[in-house]
C-alpha cells in the first residue's frame, strides 16, 4: 500500500459496466435509506455480510455486483461486508473505522482492506472528498472520480466531506476481512441488511 494508506485505479471498469452497476443498485428492493449507522447523514444503500464460500451467491443473487467482487475481493480475504453507499446533496460521512461485522462479533479486528468503486460522481461536485485519517493526521483528501477503485488500509479513520452540489455519488464499498477461526464462527456465512419493509 502507498505511504499515504491507499491507491487508486483510475477507470477500473468500462462505461457500460457501470451504468448497469447503478441501474442494478437503484432498482434493488434492499436499496433504501441507510442501514449504517449515525456516521451516515443522510445516505442510501444496503448491506450484504458473506463469508468467501458465498461468493458465488452474491455474485447470483446481485449480478451486478459480480464484476466488482472479481476484481477487488483479496484472496487472503475470508470476509466481507458489502454495501452500496448514495451521497445527494447534504449527505455527509463522519470520521470513523470500518468495524461493521462487531454487530457480530464484538471484538472483531479492523478490515485488511477496504476497497470502493466509484459508480457515479457528479461532474463539478463541490463536498464529497474522501478524508482518510491515521490518528490525527491527514494522510489525503480523495476526489472521486466515476470508475476508480480505491483501496486504503482498512484501520484508517475515514470520513466523507458534506455534499454541497445537486446530483447522485454513489459507490460500492467493500470491507475486507482476515479472521481467525473464533471470529470466522461469529460472522453469518450470509446475511442481508436492509431497511427495506418487504424483501
Known sequence: ?????Y???PDAFPADYLEALRAGVRKCPYFTVNNLNRDFVATRGFSVVFVREQTGRVAVEFPFL???LQQALRP??????LNPLQLESGSRVDPHIDRSLRAYCKDVSTPL??????????AGMRGGELVLQRGKKVLAKVRP???TL????????????RV????????????QYALDERELAEIPPYALETRARRY
Open 145 to 147: 472520480t466515476t470508475g
Open 1 to 5: 500500500m502507498a505511504q499515504s494508506g
Open 150 to 161: 480505491l483501496r486504503f488500509d482498512g484501520d484508517l479513520t475515514h470520513s466523507v466531506v
Open 164 to 175: 454541497d452540489t445537486p446530483g447522485l455519488r454513489l459507490s460500492v464499498v467493500c470491507e
Open 76 to 81: 487472503d480475504c475470508n470476509a466481507f461486508y
Open 113 to 122: 482492506q477496504v476497497s470502493v468503486l466509484y459508480a457515479e460522481v457528479p
Open 7 to 9: 491507491t487508486a485505479t
Open 66 to 68: 459480480a464484476p466488482y
